[in-house]
């Protein structure tokens, strides 16, 4: 998914620029966007947007709902032989470490076989998933390669966490022994500039984006969570009653007949950094990518989640006074908590304080020499 490439890209081209040769395995789908960076590209993996099934692979139960789901599905997307894969190409490549998504576990798998140290981005499953549960079956797919049963979640992380957030405001869950953290990169919005509606200040300036995800939930039918229609026909309708500029990126969502007041605007894409370094608040579905970016940008957030890690990010926003869920308002609700949270200066004042705790991390053009020192301490 792109999502998950966009975490990758900066790694990439800050290894690159220091000269590093970088080899992605990725898919068919990312792969022009990879190039792009200069690094040498192999579409091995499988698209996870594409329609399958996790049915029944005839093991015995593994002792919780998830842990069955999760063997099912990884045997499903042929992890062994995908990992296989991508041992051959690291090994025929020379690698001395290995970088990945932390719901990509060919290369974890891969990396173990050749005793190379794993850095892994912090991300969805690492943030909310039970580590005990992940640790029950990544020992199922170790045993079957010849590795050693871990005896503790942290062989999960072999090498370090990489997160793109202040520990202060730390979503992860993960047992990682290490953890190397960076300022969140910006994004390469080239040729981009804030829309003129949003540069006159007359009124307070609300951006709002649900992300793409609502198109595997149409498209895939993910079982639970909120109806993303539902929640953007919410969305402007509140949005439509609170003296503001309203700008929503949907995503593609065709929003024909949804309520939509003369100061709302309504996008298939906007350049999201710029509209958060102008905006007072932005109304979210939970993805942790946009999460990072309105970190970095100092800005509340009001989170309606759907599925997947949103729920658990959403949760996280209001444990740590940075916005709060509105799951469960209906558009006059979601209008009055609007209100609020643009009128609230504790809220404010905390958004800033994340911001400077993320402003005072490195670069990720600091990341290749923390890389070579965790290669290091490995080999040590």
Excluded at 67 to 80: G, N, V
Excluded at 173 to 185: I, K, S
Excluded at 245 to 253: E, H, N, Q, R, Y
Aim: charged share 20%; glycine share 8%.
């Amino acid at each position: 998914m792109n999502s998950h490439l966009e975490p990758l890209l900066p790694l990439v081209r800050s290894l690159r620029a220091a000269g590093d040769e970088v080899l992605v395995a990725t898919t068919e789908q990312l792969a022009p966007k990879v190039s792009a960076t200069g690094a040498r590209v192999e579409t091995v993996l499988q698209d996870p947007t594409s329609p399958f099934q996790a049915g029944s692979t005839g093991r015995p139960p593994l002792g919780s709902l998830l842990a069955d789901k999760m063997a099912a599905l990884l045997d499903t997307s042929e992890l062994l032989t995908r990992t296989k894969e991508i041992a051959a190409l690291a090994e025929s490549f020379g690698a001395d470490l290995v970088i990945r998504d932390d719901s990509e576990y060919a290369g974890y798998l891969a990396a173990e076989l050749l005793r190379l140290p794993v850095v892994c981005l912090a991300g969805a499953m690492s943030n909310t998933y039970n580590h005990d549960d992940l640790t029950t079956v990544f020992n199922l797919f170790r045993t079957e390669l010849g590795l050693p049963a871990l005896t503790d979640p942290s062989g999960l992380y072999p090498g370090a966490l990489l997160d793109y957030m202040p520990e202060s405001v730390a979503f992860s869950a993960a047992p990682a022994p290490r953890t190397v953290r960076f300022r969140q990169p910006r994004r390469n919005e080239a040729g981009a500039r804030l829309p003129e509606v949003a540069a006159t200040g007359e009124r307070p300036l609300v951006y709002a984006a649900i992300g793409t995800g609502w198109r595997t939930w149409r498209d895939l039918g993910v079982p639970g969570g909120d109806d993303p229609y539902r929640a953007m026909t919410d969305l402007l309708a509140a949005l439509s009653e609170v003296e503001c500029t309203a700008l929503v990126s949907s995503g593609g969502m065709d929003t024909e007949g949804m309520p939509r007041g003369p100061h709302v605007e309504v996008h298939d894409h906007l350049p999201q950094q710029l509209l958060l370094e102008a905006a007072q608040l932005f109304c979210s579905h939970g993805g942790y990518n946009g999460i990072r970016e309105a970190i970095r940008a100092g800005v509340p957030m009001l989170v309606r989640p759907s599925t997947l890690d949103q729920p658990a990010n959403a949760a996280a926003i209001t444990r740590l006074g940075l916005g709060s869920t509105v799951s469960g308002l209906d558009a006059g609700q979601l209008a009055e908590r609007i209100v609020g949270s643009l009128a609230d200066a504790e809220l404010a004042w905390r958004s800033r304080a994340a911001r400077a705790g993320m402003l005072a991390l490195p670069g990720v053009d600091a990341a290749p020499e923390v890389l070579r020192t965790v290669r290091r301490d490995a080999r040590d």
